[in-house]
């Protein structure tokens, strides 16, 4: 089964205080061309999206000399909503070794209900401290993603966890819907990036893959 993780790119949803306003206009239509064309404006860091290690690092890789198979891997998302402000290292140290049998850790704050409201952009949903962070780099995974609109919080302009995760080459994805998927353990995560030049960061369609239940592929076969 597959479920989609991705908001809808539409004018009007929110977006990171300076980048541009979302637009979706008309470039050709049936009545003028005989067809119909759309002319996109949008942030590369607009709605769900993937930090790339140029984000922030002057010399850090674009998305479109990343290796497809970092944008897929087994998950798992992690229930943080009730954590507090700050995901601790000893938090996830406690999760009995399983962030180390997947590709991708996944947080639900619980901000995506503030999804298309003016509180999305605003601080107060759960983010990894730096301790935190180095040891999801030792995890070995392939990236981190969460429903909020960072990994770090709005007023932190230092992007502590970014620059962790970042560094290490890892990818961060950002404004996931995971309401679906809370609790799930082992699941394959797709997000692909649009490919253009010198991409620093992009939006994504996000999906995940269910595994049936055993009791299930029982039925079936």
Known sequence: ?????????????????????????????????????????????????????????????????????????RA???????????????????????????DFVLFYTGWEKKWDTPEYYQDGYPVPDEAAAKYLVSCGLKGVGTDAPSVDAMGDDGLPAHRVFLNDGMLIVESLCLKKVVGRKDFLFIALPLKFENADGAPVRAVAELRESPEKEMSIL
Request: with cysteine; aromatic share 4%.
């Open 76 to 102: 798992v998302t992690l229930d943080v909503s009730q954590v507090g402000p700050v995901i601790t290292a000893e938090f996830l140290q406690a999760q009995n070794g399983m962030l180390r049998t997947v």
């Open 1 to 73: 089964m597959l479920i989609d993780l991705t908001h809808v790119v539409k004018p009007g949803m929110p977006i990171c205080p300076g980048d541009p306003s979302i637009l979706v206009e008309p470039a050709a239509t049936f009545p003028h061309n005989g067809f119909q064309t759309s002319k996109l404006t949008l942030s590369s860091h607009a709605g769900t999206h993937i930090d790339a290690p140029a984000h922030i690092l002057r010399e850090g890789a674009g998305l479109e000399h990343t290796p497809i198979s970092q944008f897929y891997g």
